[in-house]
Nanobody, 114 residues
Framework: QVKLVESGGTLVQAGGSLRLSCTAS????????MGWYRQSPGKQRELVAR??????TVYLDSVKGRFTISRDPRNAVYLQMNSLNPEDTAVYYC?????????WGQGTQVTVSS
């Protein structure tokens, strides 16, 4: 069984920074792709950023230049978020994918006040 646990979400003022962390545990040793998604009320869940084992990254256009995704060999993935704005308010979910199977964390709330 795979478990993803996120942390780091909180209330922050516009212009501030946060760092989200996610640690994967369980039977799977390494995930080829890990990433972060977010969902705000009334909207669909969207990909924020993902990173492959080789370090290739993909970002949502609206976060390019502000967010940075990284990972370490212990199956942890991080999201450094800078210059936050109220539109970044959402529940952020950690995602890990292997062989087309997605695993999800429980989500961590990020609220950006104006």
């Amino acid at each position: 069984q795979v478990k993803l646990v996120e942390s780091g979400g909180t209330l922050v003022q516009a212009g501030g920074s946060l760092r989200l962390s996610c640690t994967a545990s369980g039977r799977i040793i390494s995930f080829p792709v890990m990433g972060w998604y977010r969902q705000s009320p009334g909207k669909q869940r969207e990909l924020v950023a993902r990173i492959s084992w080789g370090g290739n990254t993909v970002y949502l256009d609206s976060v390019k230049g502000r967010f940075t995704i990284s990972r370490d060999p212990r199956n942890a993935v991080y999201l450094q978020m800078n210059s936050l704005n109220p539109e970044d308010t959402a529940v952020y979910y950690c995602n890990a994918n292997i062989k087309s199977v997605d695993y999800w964390g429980q989500g961590t709330q990020v609220t950006v006040s104006s």
